[in-house]
């Protein structure tokens, strides 16, 4: 029967759990107006630790904080009864809140206030409780007076010196040290275990060396407490000299008897321990032996958690942090020396005070929603789950129907007005309890809207835009989206609406621009927002800056050019390598680029622009790489030494990221130019060892120089010297000839050796020579020079020659065989018989008689003719007579030849020498022949200028050579219209005219001149010029406006004018003449005023009768004063006009302004006035 039941409940909870309908909680939003209309139930925010020790000397603070609406009410139990707060004086809660504060100035003993405490606040809808507080007072006990006997121990043996503090609350930390404070070394022979004990695995003679006091320090009270020191008597054997101790032979030769291990903590071979989940698990094995055991762990049945074990006290203690129950088992430490090993096995437990796993939280419900509570802990072993309302234990709160409790879950149907409470949930087991509250909160208010008012949003076009619209209401609202306040609801397609309220757009285009509102409904009412959304072309970059190279030095400039929305103001900042640019004095931006002069190694880096807009960003980078001359090469080292050659290896230095292309290798010797570096060869950049060759003889050093595409580095610092060896020249004489500088000698002379040819010491050279085809024996001569003067030789007469340098080290080659030639001499004939025929007006052929080549004592170079023009034939033109040069090399019996360039027209004169290479011979016969006219040269000059718009002048001189007698000019023209050209037209003229007047029928025509001189042989050389277009017109000396029609009637129209405004302004004047002045205010009156019969003046003179005199005027109507302005004829000469615009005050005094307001008129004295009147 008793089964049936049980199973009748169990299938009726199942079937409840699955027609359950749980309405999701509502959540209340942190808005402060919510907060603050919004009823709640007290919730704990802040409270004491549970276990809570108090230092005695201070005053006792115990903490609850709670938050509701209304403001809660605190109350305090005490060891589970009510604590009567206004019966302690020494009690006080702090206003607005649950705290106490407990003060003992008055006296008092904090250990009165030991013992358990909760706190309790409420308010009209509930009770929240803290946990509950154990309050214990901080104790640092004295540490009991004894009296310590000498330990008197063997040398080798075990020793644990006790520390046994004084228990205190909390525990005290512990330490040892000797008399004078210094801390008692430790290692793994002496060491302090757990407990605070001291343990020797094994004792030394030298431990008696000192004494050994253990100190507890109490966290609390800041005091450190001392145990009376031990003093330790070791027994040695054999005698012990301490000045003998040697950390590697401790026992030195004394002998010490050996153990095997032994286990001082724990003892036996296995012990249990007791641990709670995420607490730390110690675990210590310390052992005695002599040597002085090692400790090793493992786990049994498997591995040791690597991340969270750690090995301390020099490996006897294993530490485990934050314990789970996958640490439980069997620990097994080891020790062991080379007299045996020791086990001892440590059973581990796990147990687990309550944790949570499903904490139970506040709910905030709607009338007639669904609910529950949810209240799941774990532990070991399991907790035990209790239920308390408003603090008290479920079963004995008031009944609700609409609430049954399950177990660890609290299930709420239907909930109703006024059913709000503070629900606890305790769960305990023997390690500890957790406390948690959580309220039911039942809510109604009507929807309300908590985003700004009538927002406006801009979005970037073809984004995906979301439009918040915040609300709350309870129950939860129902919200609809509307645009322009048209149409159905928004959702689906383009738009998507989510359970906050928020509008998606997937893609924002420019007909989504409009007003969007959005409403929340619910039983209770009905509240709307409304957000105006605008869509925007998105900034972009549209020359983003580009990678770059810049040698240091250079400029360097990155564009970043930006459009954007038109309404939306772009700005664009510049970062060097992710942090903010300072431009400085030096760099330079402006509004698309940035530029940097003068680059260094500091700029490298990436660049990046960043344009912004209020609703969006962009950003674009590029590096800038600073190129700079290699550093120069470093440790430069000579290897492989030989006769003439040597290795040379250097280490490149840092290119500064352009790549080294050569090495440039120069040397310098002290011998011939010491000081002075020369280039030796050029290798590529990708050597850096090398084999020189050299020259004998020279004491070297060299230095490297790198080269890349910014240019060449810094020399390198110079390698060693290194000096070659001598030997005999390699190198032959260069430049070997001979010649004479007298008729009777011949020079023999050569370029001398380089200094890098010399090889040796001591150089000289042998020269040879004989006469060629001679069959004569060599002469020969060793000197030092680089001449050598044979004398005593016939004329011009042929010699073989030869040289050979040599040294102290031997000969070297000798030169091949070279011709020479001795001193030449006069040549004793002259050519005979000069002679011309075929003369034109610019060529003549010559002909002459030759002479013997004998004669000409010395190597034949060539006829020479002597040429000069003696005057023309053109009357008046004056020629210059400076005589020209022209060769002729032949050797033929008849010899001719032709003379060029000659000036038409003109008279000339020539004569003929024979010439060798240093003298000519006596002249021939002088030869006068006259050319034939020409056609002449260009003129001068040609000009173009423009007299009018229809007419062109030209104008030219005659030609400065005219080849002839002039006959007259011939001008072509033709008209210029881009590449079109019209036909030709011709003029001639005489040889006197030098102008021309062209008549232009089209004066935006171009025309094109060819002007040229003539005499009887036919026309000259053209001077072609082009005449500019009328609308750039460079040319025109003067324009005739005066002779223009229509200046003409300009002048015309202004003259009738004139006529006429004079007219009027007679008219004006016979007929305006009085003023009545009677009402007026008298005036003093000058002596030409006179009086009229009808009592007003005349204000006329004999000034009126004169003829009126010009005056210009502006079209303003302002007078233009000049020397007979109508100015002058006022007395004060402060004329000014009337509202009719005529003039006043030319003839009076000035006057004030009520006296000239009557006046209706005054005289036309101008043209000006009389234009006003008219009008």
């Not at 929305?565 to 030096?586: A, E, F, H, I, N």
């Not at 006769?643 to 290896?649: G, H, I, K």
């Amino acid at each position: 029967m008793l089964w049936q039941d049980k199973h009748a409940a169990l299938t009726f909870m199942s079937l409840l759990l699955l027609l359950w309908q749980e309405a999701a909680p509502i959540e209340v939003p942190e808005d402060p107006k919510i907060q603050q209309d919004l009823k709640q139930p007290p919730t704990i925010m802040k409270q004491s630790v549970k276990n809570y020790i108090v230092d005695p000397r201070d005053n006792i603070i115990i903490e609850c904080e709670a938050k509701g609406n209304p403001v809660p009410t605190f109350s305090w139990r005490r060891n589970g009864k009510f604590f009567n707060i206004g019966k302690d004086p020494r009690v006080t809660m702090r206003k607005r809140s649950g705290t106490l504060e407990i003060g003992f100035r008055s006296g008092g003993r904090p250990e009165d206030y030991e013992g358990e405490y909760q706190c309790f606040a409420t308010n009209d809808f509930g009770v929240s409780l803290s946990n509950k507080i154990l309050l214990r007072v901080s104790k640092a006990p004295l540490w009991p007076k004894e009296v310590l006997e000498p330990v008197s121990v063997t040398e080798g043996s075990a020793l644990v010196l006790p520390c046994n503090p004084p228990p205190g609350l909390p525990p005290p930390f512990t330490f040892w040290m000797d008399s004078n404070m210094s801390p008692i070394p430790q290692d793994k022979r002496v060491s302090m275990g757990l407990n605070g004990d001291l343990y020797f695995s094994n004792v030394l003679a030298q431990d008696a060396n000192t004494d050994y006091s253990c100190k507890a320090r109490f966290l609390f009270t800041h005091t450190i407490q001392e145990k009376n020191p031990y003093k330790l008597k070791v027994q040695t054997k054999e005698p012990y000299n301490d000045t003998s101790y040697n950390a590697s032979e401790p026992h030195g030769d004394r002998k010490v008897a050996e153990s095997t291990p032994t286990f001082l903590s724990p003892s036996g071979s296995e012990s249990s321990k007791m641990v709670l989940r995420d607490e730390q698990l110690l675990l210590e094995c310390i052992a005695a032996g002599l040597p002085t055991p090692i400790i090793k762990w493992f786990k049994k049945g498997g591995e040791l958690p690597g991340q969270k074990v750690k090995f301390e006290n020099f490996n006897k203690t294993l530490k485990i942090v934050s314990v789970s129950e996958e640490d439980a088992g069997e620990y097994v430490c080891m020790a062991n020396n080379h007299l045996g090993t020791i086990r001892h096995s440590i059973f581990v437990q796990v147990k687990a005070a309550p944790y949570w796993l499903h904490k139970p939280s506040d709910q905030v419900l709607a009338p007639e929603e669904n609910g529950r509570l949810v209240c799941r802990a774990n532990g070991n072993p399991k907790p035990r789950i209790e239920w308390l309302v408003n603090g008290q234990p479920i079963e004995s709160s008031p009944t609700n129907p609409n609430r049954q409790v399950h177990g660890d879950t609290i299930m709420f149907h239907s909930v109703q007005i006024g059913s709000s409470a503070v629900y606890q949930c305790n769960a305990s087991n023997e390690h500890g309890y957790l406390l948690a509250n959580a309220f039911v909160n039942v809510l109604d208010l009507p929807p309300r809207m908590l985003g700004p008012k009538n927002q406006l949003i801009k979005v970037i076009k073809n984004n995906r835009t979301f439009l918040d619209c915040p609300f709350f209401g309870s129950p939860l609202p129902e919200l609809r989206w509307f645009k322009n306040g048209q149409g159905s609801g928004l959702d689906g397609g383009q738009y998507r609406v989510y359970i906050n309220g928020t509008l998606e757009i997937k893609r924002a285009r420019a007909e989504d621009e409009g007003t969007y509102t959005c409403v929340a409904s619910s039983i209770l009412g009905k509240a709307e927002n409304q957000v105006r959304l605008e869509v925007k072309e998105p900034t972009r970059i549209i020359q983003a800056p580009e990678h770059q190279s810049a040698t240091r030095g250079s400029a360097a400039r990155f564009t970043c050019r930006v459009t954007s929305d038109p309404s939306l103001p772009v700005s664009v900042t510049w970062m060097k390598d992710d942090k903010p640019l300072y431009l400085g004095w030096r760099l330079k931006k402006d509004d698309e680029s940035l530029s940097i002069p003068n680059v260094n190694e500091g700029d490298e880096g990436t660049y990046t622009c960043t344009a912004k807009s209020e609703i969006d960003q962009l950003s674009a980078s590029a590096r800038l790489t600073v190129l700079a001359r290699p550093d120069p090469p470093m440790d430069l080292d000579l290897s492989d030494p030989a006769a003439r050659s040597v290795r040379l290896t250097w280490i490149p230095g840092k290119d500064h990221r352009s790549p080294i292309t050569e090495f440039l290798v120069q040397f310098e010797e002290d011998r011939w130019e010491p000081g002075r570096w020369q280039n030796l060869s050029s290798y590529p950049g990708d050597l850096n060892s090398v084999i020189l060759q050299l020259a004998p003889f020279v004491n070297y050093q060299f230095r490297v120089i790198a080269i890349n595409s910014v240019g060449q580095s810094d020399p390198s610092r110079p390698s060693p010297r290194y000096k070659t060896t001598g030997a005999a020249p390699d190198a032959i004489p260069k430049g070997l000839r001979g010649w004479g500088s007298r008729k009777d000698n011949m020079e023999i002379t050569w370029e001398p050796l380089l200094d890098l040819e010399r090889n040796g010491p001591n150089l000289h050279y042998v020269v040879w020579w004989r006469r060629k085809d001679a069959e004569e024996e060599w002469n020969n001569v060793t000197t030092v020079g680089t001449k050598h003067v044979v004398h005593n030789t016939e004329i011009y007469v042929p010699y073989e020659i030869k040289i050979q340098a040599r040294n102290e080290f031997g000969a070297g080659p000798e030169s091949n065989l070279v011709i020479g030639y001795s001193g030449e001499d006069k040549p004793t004939d002259a050519p005979t018989d000069l002679r011309v025929s075929k003369v034109d007006s610019t060529k003549a052929i010559l002909h002459w008689t030759p002479v013997d080549l004998n004669s000409v004592q010395g190597e034949f170079k060539e006829y020479r003719l002597y040429y000069w023009r003696e005057s023309s034939q053109v009357p008046g033109l004056v020629v210059s007579k400076e005589k020209k040069v022209k060769g002729f090399f032949t050797t033929m019996v008849k010899p001719s030849g032709m003379l060029s360039d000659l000036a038409p027209y003109s008279n000339y004169k020539m004569f003929m020498v024979v010439a060798n290479n240093r003298f000519e011979s006596q002249p021939s016969n002088t030869v006068a022949f006259t050319t034939k006219e020409g056609v002449p040269d260009a003129p001068r000059f040609f000009k173009i200028n423009r007299r009018s718009l229809d007419t062109i002048h030209l104008e030219w001189a005659k030609p400065l050579e005219p080849n002839g007698i002039l006959t007259g000019y011939q001008l072509k023209y033709q008209t210029v219209n881009g590449s079109k050209v019209g036909p030709f037209q011709l003029e001639t003229f005489f040889p006197n005219v030098t102008e021309f007047f062209l008549r232009v029928p089209d004066r935006s025509s171009r025309y094109k001149f060819f002007l040229s001189a003539l005499t009887q042989v036919g026309k000259g050389e053209d001077y072609a010029e082009e005449s500019p277009h009328f609308t750039n017109e460079a040319y025109i000396d003067q324009v005739d406006i005066a002779t223009q029609g229509w200046f003409i009637g300009l002048m015309c129209a202004i003259a009738l004018i004139i006529l006429i405004l004079l007219i009027v302004c007679f008219i004006k004047r016979s007929r305006g003449g009085k003023y009545p002045v009677r009402d007026k205010k008298d005036l003093p009156l000058d002596a030409v005023d006179q009086k009229d019969q009808d009592g007003s003046f005349d204000y006329h003179s004999d000034e009126d009768n004169k003829p009126l005199q010009g005056s210009q005027t502006s079209l303003d109507g302002n007078v233009k004063e000049s020397d007979d302005s109508l100015v002058d004829y006022g007395e004060g000469g402060d004329g000014q006009f009337n509202e009719d615009g005529s003039f006043i005050g030319q003839y009076t005094v000035k006057k004030d302004k009520d006296e000239t307001e009557g006046n209706e008129s005054s005289e036309a004295t101008s043209p000006v006035n009389a234009i006003y009147s008219l009008a």
